[in-house]
């Protein structure tokens, strides 16, 4: 949870609080629509895909990549996803 959490902190130093807050936000009510209607993706999964940046997947995702690897580093058994 720690290391999904500071990489929210490094994307507020990277992006700015108006960049941050704004992805926040939408993501957020994406999460919400997707729990309470069923509607969409959440913005939390996410597949690895060989050649795509870090950076052209979603704040929820990019923090739980980083969460997973953590995870994985640590000796847990967690599977990330992959394409």
């Known amino acids: 949870m720690l290391a999904h959490e500071l990489t929210h902190c490094a994307q507020y130093q990277a992006w700015g609080p108006g ?4 992805r926040g936000l939408i993501t957020q009510l994406r999460d919400l ?3 309470s209607l ?10 690895v895909k060989a050649g795509k940046p870090f950076q052209s997947y979603g704040m929820e995702q990019q923090a739980q990549m980083v969460e997973d690897r953590y995870r994985q580093s640590a ?3 967690h599977p990330i996803p992959s394409a």
Request: hydrophobic share 25%.
């Open 38 to 47: 069923r509607l969409g993706s959440s913005p939390y999964s996410y597949r």
């Open 19 to 22: 960049v941050y807050f704004a």
């Open 75 to 77: 000796g847990e058994d």
């Open 33 to 35: 629509i997707h729990r």
